[in-house]
């Protein structure tokens, strides 16, 4: 492999000076030019002399030969030269103080928790509606001492709920395409390999959980890490966190190319933190001492039971910190941040195959001098890097720059609507209305309460001796009920006032707009307008998709985000053998197409070869894009719907597209399948032997012998 040198330093005073030299394979090359000259990297024969006795005259003589040969650099143009020596590598920087470091998490923490705070209020008020507490306290205590109804119609959740049922429905699996000069049969082989591993992390529900925080809160955040925890061999393993505690930066884009960081939190009890960082032990036990945990009396941790609650409603002494002295707990923080730095390459094209060389860990005056090597080319480019630094109150946990296969952020955020730094969801939409609908409605329950005085008015002689008001009360709720008075006009039956009708038209009004302001339409989702045929089918899809496209269009596009991620994972997880038994076992489950072909029809060989190539590397950067594929119960039906009213209407379809695409089990479609299978074939073979038999009798007809003979046998 080519290599770089030094030619040491010559000379006194000004005339003081190195070069680097580009050696080649076969030890030869060039230095760079510095003080308007340079070298020849040369090899120069070793020659060595010795004294024999010559055989023939028997006298000594001095013998020169050539023993090998040796690296030298010509001469300079006043004669001088230079020694060659290796290059010392770039040595490691300085590292900041902790404190210092800690002061930055600190303060990148608190500016992304300040720049979309008012969405993080509204998304935590959002998620208590949801949970039904929809009433302000003071105003629900008033309205239960004054005898009021208090009524919640938690039609917001109810849409929000029929949102979540469309995503179940219209689930989609990733899929991956080969670009340029990829191998459609790596792509097939990798798309089969990513749907196993989402389907080992439970991704689907994932999926759903965090599209439920996205539609209503308006933030989902995907969280994509490798885990060795339950397999020591590792696994890709994909979860939906909350957004509670992820706090991105400043940034405009959906997609995150222009966040610089991010701050991750998760609570940790002091035992828990010196088990994860038992270096730090002593850190951590002084921390949770200056806090004063150690001196609580437990009466005074005795912790309120609706605390218990939610994350969200826990007490803490500082909000950075997260200190809260009844679970003896502390916020650690995990900063995610992007760093820059120059990135020299230095590339040679006059070789039979290119050479690039990294010029990552070279001193700058070393670069320098590498860009004076005439005939060769030094690009610059921007390098980025994921630095990771974990703070637990004042104490510096870590701070490294993880070798990643895939340099960016892991969290994903999945956000609903987002303007700048504001973001929401169609709880923030719909909470005013909704506020509306449980004031109506229960305005309307204290109206029917007072509207309904019905009742019965009596003189105290009314009733015979012996019978009184109990009597007829019981009597009175009874079909065709009989009681003897002593006068009938000494008693009178109250009606109540009807309930006005405007009242009610208004309350069906406000739930019509509830499902304006909410983009949905529950009237064509009501299972009695629910068609029967694959184009009323996709219609009203489209039609309750209408609205709310944008939110699975987020969600798509974070999902193929979240699939480059993980195939650049795949090498540093899986080995070749590993995805050979994967894709074994499950081609006995079900059938794999490799570029439309089934996989048992390729070598061994083939096989391994494909495998190789997507362990290779990170196959996303050249060789495959990212993308969707839907398998929803909804689409396939669909699709079955319409292929079944082809056929029967004339158009020649293939029966095993028919059946492939039907609600049936997967045993079932193949056994069906392979009936056709022999079917056709079976008909086929009758369908020879009748033409033979055709040929033979016209033979025989003709008295050819031919024909006769072959009738015989």
């Known amino acids: 492999m080519p290599m770089f040198r030094r030619a040491d330093s010559t000379g006194k005073g000004r005339t003081s000076h190195s070069h680097v030299v580009y050696q080649l394979d076969d030890g030869t090359g060039v230095s760079s030019v510095d003080r308007k000259h340079s070298h020849q990297l040369i090899l120069e024969d070793i020659q060595e002399t010795t004294i024999q006795i010559d055989p023939v005259t028997n006298f000594p003589q001095e013998v020169t030969q050539v023993t090998g040969q040796k690296q030298v650099l010509t001469p300079g143009p006043d004669g001088h030269v230079h020694e060659l020596s290796d290059i010392e590598m770039k040595g490691e920087e300085e590292k900041e103080k902790p404190e210092k ?8 923490f608190k500016k992304a928790a300040q720049v979309n705070k008012e969405s993080r209020d509204i998304a935590s008020v959002i998620e208590e509606y949801l949970a039904n507490n929809q009433w302000d306290t003071k105003k629900a205590a008033h309205m239960t001492d004054s005898d009021r109804a208090i009524i919640t119609l938690n039609t917001m959740s ?10 179940r429905q219209n689930r989609t699996d990733l899929k991956y395409f080969p670009v340029e000069d990829g191998d459609a049969r790596v792509a097939d082989i990798l798309s089969f390999l990513v749907k ?48 509670q505690d992820v706090f991105f930066g400043p940034h405009y884009k959906k997609d995150l190319s222009d966040l610089e960081y991010l701050v991750v939190r998760k609570r940790f009890t002091r035992d828990n933190l010196i088990g994860l960082f038992p270096e730090k032990k002593k850190e951590i036990e002084d921390l949770f001492n200056d806090i004063g945990f150690s001196t609580l009396d437990e009466k005074e941790i005795g912790r309120p039971s609706e605390l218990f609650a939610h994350a969200t409603t826990v007490k803490t002494y500082e909000p950075m910190y997260g200190f809260d002295k009844y679970d003896r707990s502390i916020y ?6 992007k760093t820059y730095s120059p990135a020299y390459v230095f590339i040679d094209t006059t070789s039979p195959e290119e050479v690039v060389i990294s010029l990552e860990d070279y001193e700058d005056a070393d670069i320098a001098k590498i860009k004076k090597i ?49 973001w929401f969801g169609k709880g923030h939409l719909g ?18 309460n007072k509207t309904n005085g019905y009742g019965i008015m009596y003189e105290e002689d009314a009733f015979e001796e012996g019978v009184n008001e109990d009597a007829l009360r019981k009597k009175f709720s009874t079909p065709g009920f009989c009681q003897k008075v002593t006068d009938i006009t000494k008693i009178k039956i109250m009606e109540g006032i009807g309930f006005p009708a405007e009242l009610d038209k208004m309350n069906q009004i406000t739930l019509q707009m509830q499902d304006i302001v909410l983009g949905m339409n529950r009237e064509s989702m009501a299972p009695e307008n629910r068609p029967d045929n694959s184009v009323g089918m996709m219609q009203q899809e489209r039609t309750i998709m209408l609205g709310n496209e944008y939110l699975f269009d987020n969600l798509s596009m974070a999902k193929k985000h979240l699939g ?11 080995t070749v053998e590993r ?8 081609a006995l489950q079900e059938e794999v197409m490799v570029a439309n072909k089934p996989l048992n029809q390729y070598s061994k060989e083939e096989i391994q070869e494909m495998i190789e190539e997507i362990v290779s590397g990170d196959l996303t950067k050249y060789d495959v894009a990212v993308d969707e594929t839907s398998f929803s119960v909804t689409s396939r039906m669909a699709w079955f719907l319409m292929m079944k009213e082809m056929a029967q209407q004339g158009i020649p379809v293939d029966p095993s597209v028919i059946i492939e695409l039907s609600p049936l089990p997967q045993f079932a479609k193949t056994k069906m399948i392979e009936g056709f299978a022999q079917q056709a074939q079976a008909t086929a073979e009758a369908d020879d032997k009748k033409y033979n038999t055709e040929i033979v009798k016209t033979a025989i007809a003709q008295g050819n012998k031919v024909g006769q003979g072959i009738a015989q046998q």
């Open 101 to 108: 470091i800690v002061e930055e998490v600190e303060t990148h």
């Open 158 to 167: 109810a849409n929000l709920k029929y949102l979540s049922g469309i995503q």
């Open 196 to 243: 196993v591993i989402l389907r080992n992390t439970n991704y689907w529900q994932e999926e759903t959980e965090l599209f439920e925080k996205q539609s209503s809160c308006g933030l989902g955040v995907f969280h994509v890490y490798e885990d060795f925890d339950d397999d020591v061999r590792g696994q890709i393993k994909i979860v939906s966190e909350r957004w």
């Open 332 to 337: 650690m923080h995990e900063m995610w941040r």
């Open 374 to 422: 005439d005939g060769y080319k030094v690009i610059s480019r921007s390098r980025t890097r994921m630095r990771v630094t974990k703070t637990a109150g004042s104490v510096l946990m870590d701070d490294e720059y993880p070798e990643l296969s895939f340099q960016g952020f892991h969290h994903i955020p999945v956000y609903a609507e987002k303007y700048g730094d504001k």
């Open 431 to 448: 909470k005013d209305m909704q506020d509306e609908i449980n004031k109506r409605f229960s305005n309307m329950v204290d109206i029917m």
């Open 564 to 574: 480059r991620i993980v195939v650049s994972k795949i090498p540093n997880i899986y």
């Open 579 to 586: 995805i050979k038994r994967i894709i074994n076992n499950q």
